[in-house]
């Protein structure tokens, strides 16, 4: 039998020889890490990448004190705890990030942001003059109008503009959009427009200045209300100053417009003192210029046509009523440097030369026909005596007075009421020829 080896518990069970690692060989954590920069090219990669490191750092201008780039100003370091402001103050005196002052970084052909407008009546008589001052700026301007007496014709030439949107809205109707800025014109302005449905003129002025002034509050934007001169009524005070609470018919025949304004004023106040929204008030005066409907009741725009028409001059009353006329381009201005401006207003727009009736009359005569007659009617109900704006207020606290006299914006606004009249007439007469032929 083959031997066999038997193992009994008493006997000592035989063990295997311990394992032990081969030694490590000197220099193994260099040797390694070298031969594997040296595999597959390694080294000439890293070498490579060191040498174009080293050009960009030296071809690269280098600051000692300040920060200068190309196409910028150097800016000196400063030790804002040295001047004696906080971290916030020096926020705020560099101007922000961005921000684009003398002691900022300016980078070259930088221009300034444009806001985001909403004119409501934006392609009226004087929001049309608006919108073409804001686009000018640079600015993107929304136009919301009903055409009930804004005419698209007003703004045409900016349709093609990617920064000019319009939509038909009328604004007693909310509407949600994304703005900066709210002008708040849509409102007719002229006797023959506001009498014609007067209900619908005061929830314009009421209704209308609610819904801009919640899409406001909603978006944080800044809104303007243009108010008038009518918020005085027939005054006992005169010039008008903006502390004069008025002399207003609450029944009459105009109170649709004159107290449908001073609750807007009123609507606008409250929603700055309770909601905090940032409000200005402008008080319009009479303003005329180019734009203006035609037949529109206004004084300016009824002698105008008139003249050209070869017409009697149409005056109520005894002719001795006065008012003060504003070129549209000057009330344009007031409204942008009232809108940017830290003050919330009211502020008197307007030309402080007064004119009688008669007077006016006699300029237009001037101007456009020296042969033009006069006809007296019967004045009309609630029809101020006197008007004429106190502009302190505006020339201290917004810098502001009208520069385009009477006798020089006349022509202008002439010229603009020839071609419209004679050219309507003689796309009438053509259309005519045509049928007949």
């Known amino acids: 039998m083959g031997s066999e080896l038997i193992y009994r518990g008493h006997d000592a069970q035989p063990t295997a020889d311990a394992y032990s690692p081969k030694p490590l060989k000197p220099w193994f954590f260099v040797i390694r890490p070298v031969r594997y920069m040296l595999r597959e090219q390694r080294l000439l990669f890293v070498l490579v990448g060191i040498a174009i490191a080293t050009l960009i750092f030296t071809l690269s201008p280098s600051s000692s004190h300040g920060t200068y780039r190309p196409g910028y100003e150097r800016i000196p370091d400063v030790s804002w705890e040295s001047t004696g402001l906080t971290h916030r103050e020096a926020y705020e005196h560099r101007g922000g990030f961005g921000f684009v002052n003398s002691g900022g970084k300016v980078p070259l052909g930088l221009k300034r942001k444009g806001l985001r407008i909403v004119v409501t009546g934006g392609a009226g008589f004087v929001g049309s003059h608006l919108v073409d001052r804001l686009i000018a700026r640079g600015d993107s301007v929304i136009v919301v109008d009903n055409f009930f007496t804004g005419r698209k014709e007003n703004v045409m030439h900016h349709f093609g503009n990617p920064r000019f949107e319009l939509i038909r809205h009328d604004v007693?109707?909310?509407?949600?959009?994304?703005?900066?800025?709210?002008?708040?014109?849509?409102?007719?302005?002229?006797?023959?427009?506001?009498?014609?449905?007067?209900?619908?003129?005061?929830?314009?002025?009421?209704?209308?200045?609610?819904?801009?002034?919640?899409?406001?509050?909603?978006?944080?934007?800044?809104?303007?209300?243009?108010?008038?001169?009518?918020?005085?009524?027939?005054?006992?005070?005169?010039?008008?100053?903006?502390?004069?609470w008025g002399n207003v018919n609450p029944i009459g025949v105009r109170s649709c417009y004159d107290e449908g304004k001073r609750t807007a004023e009123t609507l606008t106040m409250d929603y700055h003192r309770g909601a905090e929204v940032e409000v200005r008030i402008a008080r319009i005066f009479n303003t005329y210029g180019p734009r203006m409907c035609i037949d529109d009741g206004r004084v300016v725009s009824n002698f105008v046509a008139q003249a050209l028409r070869k017409e009697p001059l149409t005056v109520y009353g005894d002719g001795k009523q006065t008012r003060s006329f504003q070129y549209v381009s000057d009330l344009v201005e007031g409204l942008m440097r009232l809108m940017e401006g830290e003050h919330v207003g009211p502020f008197n727009l307007g030309n402080p030369g007064e004119f009688t009736m008669l007077e006016l009359a006699q300029v237009v005569q001037e101007t456009i026909d020296p042969n033009a007659t006069i006809e007296f009617k019967p004045n009309t109900e609630d029809d101020p005596h006197k008007r004429k704006p106190d502009i302190s207020k505006a020339k201290e606290q917004l810098g502001w007075e009208p520069k385009v006299a009477l006798r020089k914006g006349l022509p202008l606004m002439v010229s603009d009421f020839r071609q419209r009249i004679f050219g309507d007439q003689k796309e009438n007469g053509a259309t005519t020829t045509k049928s007949s032929a």
């Open 172 to 244: 007693v109707e909310p509407l949600l959009l994304e703005v900066d800025q709210i002008y708040h014109l849509a409102c007719p302005a002229s006797p023959v427009h506001y009498k014609f449905n007067p209900v619908k003129t005061i929830k314009t002025n009421v209704v209308g200045t609610l819904n801009m002034l919640g899409l406001a509050k909603r978006v944080g934007a800044r809104f303007l209300l243009t108010s008038t001169s009518e918020v005085y009524g027939d005054p006992l005070q005169h010039p008008q100053v903006e502390t004069y």
